[in-house]
Protein backbone atom coordinates (compact mmCIF):
# COMPACT_ATOMS: atom_id res chain seq x y z
CA UNK A 1 0.00 0.00 0.00
CA UNK A 2 2.47 2.51 -1.42
CA UNK A 3 -0.19 5.35 -1.95
CA UNK A 4 1.56 8.40 -3.47
CA UNK A 5 5.62 7.55 -4.61
CA UNK A 6 7.67 10.94 -5.35
CA UNK A 7 11.00 10.82 -6.46
CA UNK A 8 13.80 12.14 -5.49
CA UNK A 9 13.09 13.36 -1.70
CA UNK A 10 16.44 15.46 -1.96
CA UNK A 11 17.49 17.38 -4.61
CA UNK A 12 20.16 20.31 -5.31
CA UNK A 13 19.80 22.13 -8.41
CA UNK A 14 22.55 24.75 -10.49
CA UNK A 15 20.90 27.98 -11.89
CA UNK A 16 19.59 26.75 -15.95
CA UNK A 17 19.47 22.97 -14.88
CA UNK A 18 16.46 21.06 -15.57
CA UNK A 19 14.83 18.55 -14.28
CA UNK A 20 11.97 16.01 -13.53
CA UNK A 21 9.60 15.65 -10.47
CA UNK A 22 7.99 11.66 -10.85
CA UNK A 23 5.29 10.95 -9.11
CA UNK A 24 3.17 7.56 -9.25
CA UNK A 25 0.05 6.48 -7.26
CA UNK A 26 -1.63 3.03 -6.94
CA UNK A 27 -5.17 4.27 -5.93
CA UNK A 28 -6.32 4.16 -9.04
CA UNK A 29 -7.53 8.30 -8.72
CA UNK A 30 -8.70 9.99 -11.14
CA UNK A 31 -6.61 13.03 -10.72
CA UNK A 32 -3.70 14.11 -10.12
CA UNK A 33 -2.24 17.72 -8.88
CA UNK A 34 1.52 19.36 -8.13
CA UNK A 35 1.75 21.86 -5.03
CA UNK A 36 4.81 23.89 -4.05
CA UNK A 37 4.99 24.52 -0.31
CA UNK A 38 7.12 27.77 0.72
CA UNK A 39 7.33 29.45 3.86
CA UNK A 40 4.43 31.95 4.59
CA UNK A 41 3.16 30.90 1.48
CA UNK A 42 0.84 28.04 2.58
CA UNK A 43 0.26 25.28 -0.42
CA UNK A 44 -0.42 26.40 -3.90
CA UNK A 45 -1.59 24.83 -6.64
CA UNK A 46 1.36 24.40 -9.92
CA UNK A 47 -0.63 22.47 -12.64
CA UNK A 48 -3.12 19.76 -12.12
CA UNK A 49 -4.97 16.73 -14.72
CA UNK A 50 -8.48 16.11 -13.15
CA UNK A 51 -8.43 13.01 -15.68
CA UNK A 52 -6.24 10.70 -17.82
CA UNK A 53 -5.23 13.35 -20.78
CA UNK A 54 -6.15 15.98 -19.43
CA UNK A 55 -4.08 18.87 -17.71
CA UNK A 56 -4.90 22.85 -16.19
CA UNK A 57 -2.78 25.04 -14.67
CA UNK A 58 -3.35 26.23 -11.45
CA UNK A 59 -2.51 29.59 -9.26
CA UNK A 60 1.66 29.38 -10.47
CA UNK A 61 2.89 27.45 -13.33
CA UNK A 62 5.01 29.77 -14.92
CA UNK A 63 8.42 27.76 -15.71
CA UNK A 64 6.84 24.46 -15.10
CA UNK A 65 5.25 22.23 -17.31
CA UNK A 66 3.40 18.84 -16.62
CA UNK A 67 2.69 15.29 -18.05
CA UNK A 68 -0.05 12.99 -16.85
CA UNK A 69 2.18 9.78 -18.57
CA UNK A 70 -0.89 7.39 -17.63
CA UNK A 71 -3.30 7.30 -15.05
CA UNK A 72 -1.04 6.37 -12.64
CA UNK A 73 2.28 8.76 -13.46
CA UNK A 74 1.71 12.56 -13.52
CA UNK A 75 5.48 14.17 -13.73
CA UNK A 76 6.69 17.71 -13.16
CA UNK A 77 9.29 19.29 -15.44
CA UNK A 78 11.70 22.41 -14.75
CA UNK A 79 13.22 23.47 -17.71
CA UNK A 80 15.52 26.00 -16.77
CA UNK A 81 15.77 25.93 -13.04
CA UNK A 82 15.65 29.65 -11.12
CA UNK A 83 16.21 29.84 -7.36
CA UNK A 84 12.61 31.19 -6.87
CA UNK A 85 11.66 27.37 -7.77
CA UNK A 86 13.89 26.38 -4.56
CA UNK A 87 10.78 24.80 -2.61
CA UNK A 88 9.30 22.04 -0.94
CA UNK A 89 7.13 20.08 -4.44
CA UNK A 90 4.18 17.62 -3.41
CA UNK A 91 2.32 14.96 -5.81
CA UNK A 92 -1.36 14.35 -4.60
CA UNK A 93 -3.93 12.20 -6.30
CA UNK A 94 -7.66 11.70 -5.22
CA UNK A 95 -10.86 9.78 -6.98
CA UNK A 96 -12.97 12.75 -5.93
CA UNK A 97 -11.94 15.88 -5.06
CA UNK A 98 -14.94 16.02 -2.14
CA UNK A 99 -12.92 12.70 -0.60
CA UNK A 100 -9.80 15.08 -0.10
CA UNK A 101 -6.14 14.25 -1.28
CA UNK A 102 -4.31 12.27 -0.75
CA UNK A 103 0.02 13.26 -0.51
CA UNK A 104 3.30 12.39 -1.58
CA UNK A 105 5.90 12.69 0.84
CA UNK A 106 7.34 15.76 -0.87
CA UNK A 107 10.59 16.71 -2.63
CA UNK A 108 12.76 19.39 -1.02
CA UNK A 109 14.39 21.20 -3.90
CA UNK A 110 16.96 23.57 -3.87
CA UNK A 111 18.34 25.92 -6.66
CA UNK A 112 21.46 27.18 -6.25
CA UNK B 1 -8.22 39.22 -0.09
CA UNK B 2 -6.63 35.50 0.02
CA UNK B 3 -9.44 32.57 -1.00
CA UNK B 4 -8.76 30.88 2.48
CA UNK B 5 -7.05 32.48 5.41
CA UNK B 6 -6.00 31.11 8.64
CA UNK B 7 -3.83 33.26 11.97
CA UNK B 8 -0.58 31.92 11.33
CA UNK B 9 -0.08 31.31 15.16
CA UNK B 10 1.35 30.27 17.07
CA UNK B 11 -1.33 29.08 19.07
CA UNK B 12 -0.09 28.13 22.80
CA UNK B 13 -1.90 26.06 24.64
CA UNK B 14 -1.58 23.71 27.70
CA UNK B 15 -1.82 20.09 27.94
CA UNK B 16 -5.16 18.75 28.62
CA UNK B 17 -7.00 21.81 26.95
CA UNK B 18 -9.26 22.49 23.95
CA UNK B 19 -7.49 24.23 20.74
CA UNK B 20 -10.19 26.06 18.68
CA UNK B 21 -8.32 26.77 14.73
CA UNK B 22 -10.30 28.56 12.53
CA UNK B 23 -10.26 29.31 8.40
CA UNK B 24 -12.64 31.76 6.42
CA UNK B 25 -12.78 31.31 2.87
CA UNK B 26 -14.39 33.19 -0.13
CA UNK B 27 -16.14 31.31 -1.87
CA UNK B 28 -19.36 30.44 -1.94
CA UNK B 29 -19.39 28.06 -4.10
CA UNK B 30 -16.99 25.28 -2.36
CA UNK B 31 -18.67 22.65 -1.16
CA UNK B 32 -15.96 20.37 0.76
CA UNK B 33 -14.14 21.74 3.65
CA UNK B 34 -11.02 19.61 4.82
CA UNK B 35 -8.62 19.40 8.06
CA UNK B 36 -4.69 18.27 7.21
CA UNK B 37 -2.19 18.04 10.16
CA UNK B 38 1.43 18.76 8.92
CA UNK B 39 4.17 17.48 11.04
CA UNK B 40 7.60 19.87 10.50
CA UNK B 41 9.12 18.09 7.15
CA UNK B 42 6.39 15.50 6.51
CA UNK B 43 3.72 15.89 4.38
CA UNK B 44 0.43 16.55 5.17
CA UNK B 45 -2.50 14.19 6.56
CA UNK B 46 -6.13 14.20 6.05
CA UNK B 47 -7.91 14.42 9.59
CA UNK B 48 -11.27 15.72 9.04
CA UNK B 49 -13.83 16.28 6.43
CA UNK B 50 -16.94 18.42 6.48
CA UNK B 51 -19.40 19.06 4.14
CA UNK B 52 -22.44 20.27 5.64
CA UNK B 53 -23.52 23.12 8.05
CA UNK B 54 -23.03 22.12 11.58
CA UNK B 55 -20.25 19.66 13.47
CA UNK B 56 -19.04 16.65 12.77
CA UNK B 57 -17.52 14.58 15.87
CA UNK B 58 -14.18 12.61 15.23
CA UNK B 59 -12.68 11.23 18.08
CA UNK B 60 -10.98 14.30 19.81
CA UNK B 61 -11.93 16.05 16.85
CA UNK B 62 -14.58 18.46 16.25
CA UNK B 63 -15.08 19.80 12.67
CA UNK B 64 -17.58 22.89 12.34
CA UNK B 65 -19.04 24.57 9.00
CA UNK B 66 -21.09 27.57 8.72
CA UNK B 67 -21.69 28.55 5.47
CA UNK B 68 -23.48 31.32 5.53
CA UNK B 69 -20.68 32.83 7.49
CA UNK B 70 -18.40 31.41 5.54
CA UNK B 71 -16.41 30.21 8.46
CA UNK B 72 -14.93 26.69 9.15
CA UNK B 73 -13.37 25.78 12.45
CA UNK B 74 -11.47 22.73 14.21
CA UNK B 75 -11.41 21.99 17.92
CA UNK B 76 -9.06 19.35 19.33
CA UNK B 77 -9.95 18.33 23.14
CA UNK B 78 -7.69 16.86 25.55
CA UNK B 79 -4.59 18.45 23.41
CA UNK B 80 -1.63 16.06 23.71
CA UNK B 81 2.21 17.01 22.96
CA UNK B 82 1.37 15.09 19.95
CA UNK B 83 -0.94 17.12 18.46
CA UNK B 84 1.93 20.07 17.79
CA UNK B 85 1.95 20.15 14.10
CA UNK B 86 0.46 22.94 11.50
CA UNK B 87 -2.84 22.49 10.69
CA UNK B 88 -3.99 23.33 7.36
CA UNK B 89 -7.47 24.20 6.45
CA UNK B 90 -8.69 22.98 2.29
CA UNK B 91 -11.59 23.91 0.62
CA UNK B 92 -12.99 23.18 -2.52
CA UNK B 93 -12.53 25.80 -5.42
CA UNK B 94 -12.80 25.86 -9.39
CA UNK B 95 -16.00 24.03 -9.51
CA UNK B 96 -15.25 21.44 -7.20
CA UNK B 97 -12.28 20.00 -8.76
CA UNK B 98 -9.38 21.33 -6.95
CA UNK B 99 -8.53 22.23 -3.51
CA UNK B 100 -7.40 25.71 -2.10
CA UNK B 101 -5.00 25.61 1.19
CA UNK B 102 -5.01 28.38 3.67
CA UNK B 103 -1.27 28.96 5.19
CA UNK B 104 -1.65 27.12 8.38
CA UNK B 105 -1.74 27.29 12.11
CA UNK B 106 0.98 26.28 14.24
CA UNK B 107 -0.26 24.42 17.26
CA UNK B 108 2.14 24.20 19.90
CA UNK B 109 0.82 21.94 23.25
CA UNK B 110 2.67 22.76 25.93
CA UNK B 111 3.23 20.39 29.19
Known amino acids: NAGVTQTPKFQVLKTGQSMTLQCAQDMNHNSMYWYRQDPGMGLRLIYYSASEGTTDKGEVPNGYNVSRLNKREFSLRLESAAPSQTSVYFC???????????FGSGTRLTVV | QKEVEQNSGPLSVPEGAIASLNCTYS??????FFWYRQYSGKSPELIMS????GDKEDGRFTAQLNKASQYVSLLIRDSQPSDSATYLC???????????FGTGTQLKVEL
Open chain 2, 27 to 32: DRGSQS
Open chain 1, 92 to 102: ASSDLVFYGYT
Open chain 2, 90 to 100: AVSTGGGNKLT
Open chain 2, 50 to 53: IYSN
